[in-house]
């Protein structure tokens, strides 16, 4: 899959990426390398130039209007004249389904804003709009998780603590995630596999896909963190990621 920007020299290359049902996988990078890129052809916003997209045999628009995805952007998109437990129900709403009020309940509650589920968005900090955001992104428990970086607003306590309430709720419901990152902490505690991009010490070639890894941190306590072996791996990826342009 290629899609490019203004001139080859900005373009995105996958020539392969497989991401199997119920697995939980992280895309880190640089700043601009073109993350949410990928999460939008994923998603069927923008199309590839080259190659195609499936998901489960589908095109990214028709997978996404059937529902198949649940997505946090970085900056949460909020109705604010809904207040928040109207928000988070509204994915049942747009449906034409009834709403599953415990499950929205358990989520306000997960996030830490049960208490606020009677206040509007305009009422909330930007970390607090971005945990209602979260809530409702994986409110109707979708086949497809699509999160990118909604953690950044947030203090480092609250995003470990939102990580792992994101990969619990995710292992239950079985359903698969995507999840965009430059915290290598965070894609650490909520992935099965990370995968790198980068772009080459050649200009004129695209970014590309430099590295894969396995984690083995999922669905731990906060404390894992401190492991010997969490840190050996965080020193792993920190050293592929300083070393990403050397392709």
């Not at 449906?95 to 208490?115: I, M």
Request: hydrophobic share 45%; aromatic share 8%.
């Amino acid at each position: 899959m290629l899609f490019q920007y203004n001139s080859p020299q900005f373009a995105l290359s996958i020539p392969t990426l497989r991401i199997h049902r119920g697995e939980a996988v992280s895309i880190i990078g640089r700043s601009g390398v073109g993350k949410t890129t990928l999460l939008s052809l994923i998603l069927g916003l923008v199309k590839p130039d080259h190659g195609k997209i499936a998901i489960e045999g589908d095109a990214p628009l028709a997978a996404r209007r059937g529902g198949a995805f649940g997505v946090a952007f970085q900056n949460p998109v909020l109705l604010p004249w809904l207040n928040i437990f109207q928000n988070v129900t509204l994915p049942w709403r747009l449906r034409g389904v009834p709403a599953d009020l415990e499950r929205a309940e358990a989520l306000l509650a997960g996030v830490g804003l049960w208490k606020y589920r009677h206040a509007y968005p305009g009422d909330l900090s930007g970390g607090m709009r971005s945990r209602v955001s979260l809530a409702r992104a994986l409110a109707c428990a979708p086949p497809i998780f699509v999160l990118d970086e909604p953690f950044s607003s947030l203090d480092e306590f609250t995003r470990t603590q939102m990580a792992i309430l994101v990969s619990s709720l995710q292992a239950a419901s079985k359903s698969t995630m995507i999840f965009v990152t430059h915290n290598m902490t965070e894609a650490l505690l909520i992935s099965d596999r990370i995968v790198l991009l980068g772009r080459p010490r050649d200009s004129t070639k695209p970014v590309c896909i430099i590295n894969e890894f396995s984690a083995a941190f999922r669905n731990q306590t906060s404390s894992i963190t401190s492991s010997e072996a969490f840190r050996r791996m965080l020193a792993e990826l920190a050293a592929c990621f300083s070393d990403e342009e050397g392709i």
